[in-house]
């Protein structure tokens, strides 16, 4: 009987460790993350952004502590955001002196670095995807940049930037 047991026993295990083995990961390569096109969020009165397009909703006041070492009130009457296709978000609002990189995580955007933009910013930012980088053009002056992970660069001046 005893024997019987043990065999049962190992049986068992045998089954155990042969079931959890075939158990496959899968990974899906070369995933781009990238938005189209840019998002334009209206922040209400405790600082919450919310784009029902994409799903995504965050507080928008420690970026503006890092801007002007204020939370009182909320200060902008807009966000801007794009998200980059390594998954990056880029993130500014009028008149603030830094683009944002932030890094998806767990239910958080995690700040991984700021690019300045001007020690006035821009009044009028807007975010394009563009193949390799993230344009972000100053649309009341034509001036644009590219924006990738490891820094910002000047572009130039671009043409009808009111339309972009």
């Not at 899968?26 to 938005?35: A, G, L």
């Not at 334009?40 to 002007?68: A, H, S, W």
């Not at 009044?123 to 649309?139: H, S």
């Amino acid at each position: 009987m005893k024997r019987y047991g043990r065999a049962l026993t190992g049986i068992a295990v045998m089954a155990m460790l042969l079931v959890s083995g075939c158990k496959q990961s899968m990974v899906i390569s070369d995933v781009n993350y990238s938005q189209p096109i840019e998002s334009v969020l209206t922040p209400d009165e405790d600082g919450i952004v919310k784009d029902e397009r994409y799903g995504l909703e965050f507080n928008m006041l420690p970026l503006q502590y890092m801007e002007t070492q204020d939370t009182t009130s909320v200060t902008t009457s807009e966000v801007r955001y794009i998200r980059g296709a390594s998954g990056w978000f880029y993130i500014t609002a009028p008149t603030y002196q830094h683009v944002y990189l932030m890094a998806p995580e767990k239910n958080e955007l995690v700040f991984r670095e700021k690019f300045k933009i001007g020690e006035t910013g821009f009044d009028k930012p807007a975010f394009n995807q563009r193949d390799g980088f993230i344009q972000l053009v100053n649309r009341s002056t034509g001036e644009s940049y590219r924006l990738t992970p490891e820094g910002l660069e000047e572009e130039g001046l671009t043409t009808n930037t009111e339309d972009q």
